[in-house]
């Protein structure tokens, strides 16, 4: 019998020795595996708006049964905000801030992109379009809203019948000298920019005066008419004045052709596509209605230029 106990204690001593010089092998067996259908947590770093310092995290956050997020896509989406390149129109672009309206619209969420809640709701709109869900709008994920926003556009560029267009007055555009053959819209777009300027100018107090409180100024200016319909030849003569536009700037098959296509003043210079104004003018109370609202009147935006708005009456909400 002493025999026996003194065989268990040497065997209880050596798995002791092993533990201290594997530790690796003592931590793998207390890590609970991943869930099916889960991404497992990694040692990411996130901002300190989310942890109250920034350090390694092995913990990870849920936004469905079975979804776990690394801690540290809050801090990715923070970067990649600024720092992500890639191309559109020929052009490096880089970063996706200048979109976050319209991210935020299309994947539901208000909240600020260096935290947990915008990168769950990343993850929510990652799974459906089938994408690994892992919170961080990465270079794939990015991509993919791209073509959506895309996909949401005018897709017939024709000439509309002289009968289906009207002349809006000089009054209802920015430059109220524009000449008539240049301020034609096709009526059932005009008859819906009417409604919604209505319901924009109630909601946001446009043309209040000074003293409107949160009036959004110059009230005189916001969603009027820069741009509507355009000729092909029109079209041809901006870009020979403008080469570096390139197709992101002025398309060769413009949906201003149909008549349904409208630039609204939103702020800034009003049809510049440098990048710091174009993050003015996607920051203006203006725009950030429109990102909320313009689809309950059929109007789908073009996602590089916060001022070009199509009316898309089959995808109206």
């Known amino acids: ?5 003194a065989i268990v204690a040497l065997v209880g ?38 942890t109250g310092g920034t350090g390694a995290a092995t913990a990870g956050f849920h936004t469905n049964p079975g ?25 490096t672009q880089r ?20 935290t947990s809640d915008f990168a769950g709701a990343v993850a929510r709109w990652q799974r459906k379009k089938g994408l690994a869900p892992n919170g961080v709008l990465d270079a ?42 240049l301020r034609q819209v096709r009526r059932d777009a005009y008859q819906a920019y009417k409604r919604m300027l209505a319901a924009a100018t109630a909601d946001l107090h446009l043309g209040d005066g000074p003293d409107s409180g949160e009036a959004v100024k110059p009230a005189d200016q916001y969603l009027r008419i820069i741009s509507a319909f355009r000729s092909r030849e029109y079209q041809d003569q901006l870009r020979k004045q403008s080469p570096r536009a390139g197709r992101a700037g002025l398309a060769v098959n413009s949906p201003h052709f149909s008549g349904r296509a409208l630039d609204l003043y939103v702020g800034g210079d009003p049809v510049s596509t440098k990048d710091d104004n174009r993050l003015l003018q996607t920051a ?6 429109l990102v909320k609202n313009a689809a309950k009147f059929g109007f789908r935006p073009y996602f590089y230029e916060p001022w070009h708005w199509e009316y898309c009456p089959d995808l109206q909400r």
């Open 1 to 5: 019998m002493g025999h026996a106990f």
């Open 13 to 50: 001593l050596a798995l002791v020795l092993v533990a201290r010089h594997k530790p690796g092998l003592a931590r793998a067996s207390q890590n609970p595996a991943p869930q099916a259908g889960g991404i497992a947590a990694r040692p990411y770093s996130q901002p300190s708006a989310e």
């Open 67 to 91: 979804t776990l997020i690394p801690s540290g896509a809050a801090a990715a989406n923070t970067r990649l905000s600024t720092d992500a390149t890639w191309m559109f129109g020929a052009k």
């Open 95 to 114: 970063g996706w801030s200048i979109y976050i309206p319209l991210i935020c619209n299309e994947i539901g969420t208000d909240a600020d992109v260096g």
């Open 140 to 181: 794939d994920t990015w991509s993919t809203m791209v073509r959506t926003f895309q996909s949401q556009r005018l897709t017939d560029h024709a000439y509309p019948p002289q009968s289906d267009m009207v002349t809006v007055a000089p009054s209802e555009f920015y430059d109220p000298e524009r000449p008539e053959e």
């Open 284 to 289: 203006t109370p203006v725009y950030h209605w």
